[in-house]
């Protein structure tokens, strides 16, 4: 197991799945590694980004309960949920916009992914880290909720709560 020095390891079922990953980018041009990255990134950085997620996964869940389930079937409903949570992201405990804690969560996430792309380089995955690396110079100078990153972190708890067909 490689500590990832944010006191989580790489333990083999997770080496598996960055081998495959690291195969599969064999053949990807590496100028869209970062798109096909960051689903897996931003699900790896979610819980050490800041947010409060039980507040967040609740919200979530009750405007899906709340949503006649002929909604819930279309496709694009996780999407349209997505971009709800991604506004729910913006607001303060006290329910305000708070767009400076926006930028520094967005921040955290970006520098949680950077020190994982150096883990995962060491444990011998360098495409994977390069696509990682490219994430983050990407998303650099993004603005939430414009961001890709930002926008995937919320698809991330979008999903967790959307029930799969």
Do not use: C, N
């Amino acid at each position: 197991m490689t500590d990832t020095g944010a006191g989580e390891t790489l333990d083999a079922t997770f080496r598996a799945a960055l081998s495959e990953l690291e195969v599969y980018f064999d053949d990807v041009p590496r100028e869209r590694r970062a798109e096909l990255a960051l689903p897996f990134a931003s699900r790896w950085v979610l819980p050490h980004a800041g947010f409060d997620l039980v507040r967040l996964r609740g919200e979530a869940d009750a405007l899906v309960q709340a949503t006649p389930l002929s909604e819930r079937i279309l496709d694009g409903y996780v999407d349209q949920v997505g971009w709800w949570v991604s506004q729910r992201m913006l607001l303060s405990d006290t329910e305000e916009p708070d767009l400076d804690m926006a930028r520094k969560r967005l921040a955290t996430a970006r520098d949680e992914i950077g020190k994982r792309s150096a883990v995962v380089a060491e444990a011998g995955f360098p495409r994977v880290a390069d696509a990682l690396r490219l994430l983050v110079e990407e998303s650099a100078g993004g603005d939430p909720p414009a961001d890709p990153l930002w926008s995937a972190l919320a698809l991330r708890m979008a999903e967790s709560v959307v029930p799969r067909s």
